[in-house]
């Protein structure tokens, strides 16, 4: 075989498909050749690093048609013969059909060599493509829902500061109306640094109780205001101080209320009670 065709060997075996006559004379090459021993290395490498499964593909019709007709149209070697018979042509014909064979089938594994890293390339890339696909997506999604979540944060906060703006203004409009009546309440023996200021518009009824130093209402309990008219207590809202000790309550006094001489703070179960049950906190002089 010429320099050439062991070349071609080189790709097939690197992929274990030579035939033993095959792989005998290419290992005799080898031993002899300066360049091929470095080729097949190369090849064996390519071969370990894209041995992936893949269904091997043939040279279209059309390909294999022309690799045939390259060859028959070489110039065969030239033997003086003499009278050869009919069995001896056979024989030769025989041979070079098989030549033709041997190349056509050396051709096809070359074939399926070129193939198989088109394909194997062609397979990572796509698998390359929808991994960075899925990414992308999921990131998106990701980053949509963190949006979501930011979206929905905001409108709340927004939503509380409307409801404190509300609040700021309601509260503003009742200190300055004309019906507004402010009632001082001073600490009793039982919070003496405590004091608080209530104010309630005596048409609407709506008020504002703003404390301070209270002590902290221990765990099921709460403060509760009454309105005290003609003697008798009328229970308005419960609250709880927080850590210093103030405490905001925004309640709405009863009709009956809204004429009481006398304002006070007890501290009662949280639920609340219809009639004071607890120690006085907060106590107005009487009016």
């Given at each position: 075989m010429?320099?050439e065709?062991?070349?071609?060997?080189?790709?097939?075996?690197?992929?274990?498909a030579?035939d033993?006559?095959?792989?005998?004379?290419?290992?005799?090459?080898?031993?002899?050749?300066?360049?091929?021993p470095?080729?097949?290395d190369?090849?064996?490498?390519?071969?370990?690093?894209?041995a992936?499964?893949?269904?091997p593909?043939k040279?279209s019709?059309?390909?294999?048609?022309?690799?045939?007709?390259?060859?028959?149209?070489?110039?065969?070697?030239?033997h003086?013969v003499?009278?050869?018979?009919?069995?001896?042509?056979?024989?030769g014909?025989a041979?070079?059909?098989?030549?033709?064979v041997?190349?056509?089938?050396?051709?096809?594994r070359?074939?399926?060599?070129?193939?198989?890293?088109?394909?194997?390339?062609?397979?990572?890339?796509?698998?390359?493509?929808?991994?960075?696909?899925?990414v992308?997506?999921?990131?998106?999604w990701?980053?949509?829902k963190a949006?979501?979540t930011?979206?929905?944060?905001m409108?709340?906060?927004?939503?509380?500061?409307?409801?404190?703006?509300?609040?700021?203004?309601?509260?503003r409009?009742?200190?300055?109306?004309p019906?507004?009546?402010a009632?001082?309440?001073?600490?009793?023996?039982?919070?003496?640094?405590?004091?608080?200021?209530?104010t309630?518009?005596?048409?609407?009824g709506?008020?504002i109780?703003?404390?301070?130093?209270?002590?902290p209402?221990?765990?099921?309990?709460?403060?509760?205001l009454?309105?005290?008219a003609?003697?008798k207590?009328?229970?308005?809202?419960?609250f709880?101080p927080d850590?210093?000790?103030?405490?905001e309550l925004?309640?709405?006094?009863?009709?009956?209320?809204?004429?009481a001489?006398?304002?006070?703070?007890?501290?009662?179960p949280?639920?609340?009670?219809?009639?004071?049950?607890?120690?006085m906190y907060?106590?107005?002089?009487?009016?």
């Amino acid at each position: 075989m010429k320099h050439e065709e062991y070349k071609e060997l080189l790709e097939v075996a690197a992929l274990d498909a030579l035939d033993a006559a095959e792989g005998i004379a290419l290992e005799a090459h080898l031993a002899e050749c300066a360049t091929c021993p470095a080729e097949a290395d190369a090849w064996r490498e390519v071969a370990a690093a894209l041995a992936l499964p893949m269904t091997p593909v043939k040279p279209s019709a059309a390909v294999r048609e022309r690799l045939l007709e390259a060859v028959r149209t070489q110039s065969p070697p030239v033997h003086a013969v003499a009278a050869p018979d009919a069995q001896t042509n056979g024989e030769g014909v025989a041979a070079q059909t098989s030549n033709v064979v041997s190349l056509d089938s050396r051709r096809e594994r070359r074939g399926v060599i070129i193939s198989k890293p088109l394909l194997t390339f062609g397979s990572i890339a796509a698998s390359v493509a929808i991994a960075a696909l899925a990414v992308t997506l999921a990131l998106l999604w990701s980053q949509n829902k963190a949006l979501k979540t930011q979206l929905a944060q905001m409108s709340d906060s927004l939503r509380q500061t409307e409801q404190e703006i509300g609040s700021l203004r309601a509260d503003r409009e009742l200190l300055a109306a004309p019906d507004a009546r402010a009632v001082a309440l001073a600490g009793t023996k039982d919070a003496t640094k405590a004091q608080a200021r209530l104010t309630f518009d005596q048409r609407t009824g709506r008020a504002i109780l703003v404390a301070a130093n209270l002590p902290p209402a221990p765990a099921g309990k709460a403060y509760q205001l009454w309105f005290i008219a003609g003697g008798k207590p009328l229970p308005g809202g419960l609250f709880r101080p927080d850590a210093t000790g103030h405490a905001e309550l925004h309640d709405t006094v009863p009709t009956a209320g809204r004429n009481a001489n006398t304002f006070a703070v007890t501290l009662e179960p949280q639920g609340g009670v219809p009639a004071p049950t607890g120690s006085m906190y907060l106590l107005s002089a009487a009016s």
